[in-house]
């Protein structure tokens, strides 16, 4: 059975800024559903229990392309979203899918009080019911993996490209040794949460900031929080979470300055409501945006001893 099914679901954001201000190319027989502010999204979804399309075959190497649905397993990697037993990839039980054949009697703690006309009961494992392996699907249809849902999701959220400030404050110079303080805008150091709908199907996705990596040319710098702002007038004994202290100067530098960008990097989970296949997952780490680039000038103080 090749069933190719791509939906264009409806995204509701924070409104935090989008990545781009059109929309991106979608294919044939998709909507762009709008950012709030502008812009939109194409998203991709597939029924599970049904064949992704397979595109286009090669009849002589005997591969076939798997279409533009991408399915991945817990440390990211890619896989293919069928099995050649007809099992569908299901993020969320981190298996290949099938409905349980046969079906579990009506009595079954399986059906999870439900009538078996609701539904069917899936499993990781075909014509074995193991508990925590086999769970319970509304429905006439078979609803779209939330995992899969979720990562289209998270790749179209604006996560924040932070700014980049430091004390000494370019153009002012820094010195070798000295404690620079870093930080960004407290107001982007915030959970970004999106959200897409396919039928009956919710999925809310929340990325929670969890660290920011400073590259400073000179070296990296990671912190955990967006860093405190330095404001004039402070005593030299104020402290801060968020600093780095250059080990070189930038004099053999291009221009003779050190380049310094940063990214905020989340924590990304995601939860289902309605006609669910799994309730809650997660995405693990994701990057946001990398900031802008900015400069500054590191020179060395120097010492002299009188006698």
Known sequence: MIVGALIAAMLALVPVPAHAGEYPNCEEGETPSPFPEGGGVC??????????????????????????????????????????????????????AYPLVPQPPADSAYWEGHDPSEGNVWTCD??????????????????????????????????????????????????????????????????????????????????????????????????????????????SDEQTDCSYAFQHVSDFEPDGVFKVTAVIFYAVNWTCSGTCLSTAGTLGEVPGFTSDATTIQVGERQSVVIR
């Open 43 to 96: 998203i991709p979804a597939i029924d599970p229990g049904q064949d992704p399309d397979p595109g286009n075959e090669d009849p002589d190497d005997g591969n076939t392309n798997p279409g533009t649905t991408a399915c991945h397993d817990a440390s990211g990697a890619e896989i293919p979203c069928t099995n050649a037993d007809g099992g569908v990839w299901n993020a969320g039980h981190q298996c290949y």
């Open 126 to 235: 075909r014509s074995v019911a193991i508990p925590g392996n086999t769970w319970f699907v509304p429905g006439g249809e078979t609803p779209p993996d939330p995992g899969q849902m979720a990562e289209t999701v998270v790749e179209s959220m604006p996560l924040v490209k932070p700014t980049v400030d430091m004390a000494p404050q370019p153009p002012l110079m820094t010195y070798v040794g000295l404690p620079t303080w870093l930080w960004m805008g407290e107001n982007q150091w915030k959970n970004v949460t999106g959200s897409a709908t396919i039928g009956n199907t919710t999925v809310t996705v929340v990325a929670e900031p969890i660290r920011v990596t400073w590259d400073l040319g000179d070296g990296m710098e990671t912190c955990t929080s967006a860093g405190r702002k330095w404001r004039k007038g402070m005593s």
